[in-house]
């Protein structure tokens, strides 16, 4: 390997690497290979199905049912522990299989090729694996090779290569031969070739100064295995709600097994009950909920055109507040298109797939600029379709462009060149920067020109005026040079235009001077219809977008105003300039800097570093091999379906359609997961502690336990989820987009679901508390009593989980009908319950008697009181932190029902 390869010449690193043109020996090769090893990168093992297995086991609530269930066989109670086993079962059961088809469905997207490359050994041109080569070897590429190494120019004929997937610059770029400065970026490093990018057009010979792990790539390759995996906000938010239950669960079964001995109750009997609370206090159905909510978040995201490798993937990005965005790709088409033509005396816009109307006086001027750029052209178009409609064109990226510009406006590639055809060519190349062909037309030959304006420019003696032509004295000339300064100020990609007649056959590089200069044509790459309307929408969800490309800045800050970003002195920075501020001082700027232009891989892991240090939970797209480490350092990287392997590999969501409106789909789809899984918690958390104060009030007041352990495990396994699953399938509520981002702040439990927890658990526990007490004291029929708690707990539940339907309105403002699954769900859990109490078979399990319509009148009543207490808590809760939506009505609903 040579260092700084672009710097020297071309001589200079041949002796360096001890290489000729004519090749290495074979025992030359033998001995790098030897020395250095292939020329490859590590590929990321996928993960193995034992492997999606064993992490389905890494959540604290899955060990804490485990540990519940193993107490439970020790104590004898193999129902008890089987069930809670069973929700352990369908948790993992569920998760690997969701995973695992995630995992092969990316396999699908991806295809491992054999490279091979054409190579000087000895003299003799061969063609080898690309895996084989070692730095000081001769290879040759041509339009439609993959550059196998990183090497330094020798010998370029019109060579340009796209280099999008390492550098992020959207056009192709030019190759030259001479030295560059040590200082000059990658990305204008033009006297090289680096390994993965693509050669679009022309020949080029070049000697290897790098492979494997010491490419670019490599490089990058490098920074990835860096970048250590880090827990996202739900897995934390989870983990943190795990601990907290253990705790909770812990202590007061600690507490109540003390009491009890303290009292005189034997340590056997009291560490049962301990363990009878501790069921209690466990939601089992929590587990199951969970994973099926983020699986339908998966399946959900996946019809938008997403594709979640995981299942916390949707969720996390529901919780993003910054989406830090690729440009090119993703917020605008990834191809070149024409967009203006500037002649001497008319402007117009061109939008793409609709045809212009021009006027006769502009025709004149821009139909010849379009007919000099599809005649002047190598690129190829060809038509397809029943009606000749569809239209493939191959080629450089710019000429193609013209090919669908002039067939828009109605000329035809094949029928000019019938009408012109070329005689001979001067074709393009980096050191005249322009091509001309010479055509036969009316009898006589034309000189078309295309080039780099300035050139074109400086040749041409004439200009374009309308029908006519006419001489381009200085006053006109500085007026089009003044036009060419302020199209290049808007970031665009400028070809000049022009012609010359000739009474000859042939091309010589004298010939083309005195031009008569037609146009100005500009080109970009266009912004999709839908990105400044996502924008718009991800900006009103309180989502921070910040552009980051490989672009100039001037392509960049054109870009990004038409999108809405700010583009002031502050709000723009590029690589250079990155270079020079500390971390420090970039975590303070970051949230003024909206567009960061020139971007290497080790800025973008910075700018994700800045924000993060804020606690912002940052989301990355991309799709080059230079975004890879960014897409495994953000909370949630988002790779695009037509980028490169390892960025899919780094990522956790695949766009399969490249669209940015998709990151934004998928980021409302996460909101409503996060906001079904506050909803499931509430529900299953409020009747465990219901349970829990239940059987704590008993003990405390000296009274036999209220409800029996395989009645708590029914009620949380059986009744609760059914509705707690379908709670999962809620439909979105209309204000999911218009709400702040929660970001790491937020819990799962805050404060407004702890407010309602408590006041449903107090009330549930309470009121049917009461009645345990009535009831025995008037019938002193214990299994009586017991079943009309245990009947009263689980209709209360199937009552209120109406009420958690909504957390920021009330019940009596939506509809009961709007989710179908859960009126469903209710009726089964209701035919379950029923079951236990008039089924033989299950009244001697649950030791459970019938109930009269009186005894269910009482049952319903309890109930009803409950669900209206807790709709004038949520009311209050409401009003106090804001959220009006539905709080009048709810008021009202209460006041005249």
Known sequence: MVTNPHSLSSHEVLKTLGSAKSGLSERVVAARTKEMGPNELPRAKRAHGTKILARQFKSELVIILIAAAAVSFALGEHVDGTVILLAV???????????????????????????????????????????????????????????????????????????????????????????LLTETPLAERTNMVFAGTFFVEGTATAVVTATGTSTEIGHIARLLHDVADEPTPLQKKMSALSRWLGIVVLAISLAVFVLGVLTGNSAREMFGVAVAMAVSAIPEGLLIAVTIVLALGMR???????????????????????????????????????????????????????????????????????????????????????????VVTSGNPTEQALLLAGWMIGLKQPELEKESPRIAELPFDSTKKYMATLHEFDKETILYVKGAPERVLERSTMVKDGATHRKLDAATRKHLEKTMEGLSREGLRILGIGYRHRNTREIQEEDVQELTFVAFVCFRDPIRSTSLETLKVARSAGIHVVMLTGDHPLTAA??????GFPTGAKHVLDGPRLDRISDQELKKRVRDISVYARVTPEHKLRIISAWKARGEVVAMTG?????????????????LGSGTDVAKEASDIVLLDNRFSTIVHAVEQGRVIFDNLKKVTLYLLSDSFGELILVAGSLLLGLPLPILATQILWINIVDDSFPSIALTKEPKEGDVMAIKPRGNASSILDRRILTLIFVSSVTAGVLNLLMFIFIMRWTGDVNFARTMVFTSLAFDSLLYVFSVRSLRHSVFTRSPFSNPFLLVAISVSFAFQCAALYIPFLQSIFHTVPLSPRDWSIVVLISITEILVIECVKYLVLIRHGILKGAKESLDSLLHP
Request: glycine content about 6%; proline content about 3%.
């Open 89 to 179: 079962l369908v948790n993992v059961v569920v998760g690997f299989i969701q995973e695992f088809q995630a995992e092969r469905a990316l396999d699908a997207l991806q295809s491992v090729v054999k490279v091979h490359t054409r190579v000087m050994r000895d003299g003799t041109e061969v063609r080898i694996d690309a895996r084989d080569l070692v730095p000081g070897d001769i290879i040759l590429l041509e339009a439609g090779d993959t550059a196998p190494a990183d090497a330094r120019l020798l010998d370029a004929t019109n060579a340009k290569a796209n280099e999008s997937s390492l550098t992020g610059e959207s056009l192709p770029v030019s190759k030259t031969l001479e030295p």
């Open 558 to 563: 054109s870009i990004a105003g038409e999108l």
């Open 623 to 639: 799709d080059g091999t230079n975004d890879s480490p960014a897409l495994k350092k953000a909370d949630i990287g988002v790779a």
């Open 300 to 390: 959900s995201i996946l019809k938008q055109q997403a594709l979640a490798r995981n299942l916390l993937a949707a969720e996390t990005l529901g919780s993003t507040t910054v989406i830090c965005t690729d440009k090119t790709g993703t917020l605008t088409k990834g191809e070149m298109h024409i967009s203006r033509i500037v002649s001497l005396n008319h402007a117009i816009d061109l939008v793409p797939e609709v045809q212009p109307m021009l006027t006769e006086k502009e025709s004149h001027e821009i139909l010849l600029a379009l007919r000099i750029g599809v005649l002047s052209n190598n690129a190829h178009l060809e038509v397809s379709g029943d009606d000749a409609t569809k």
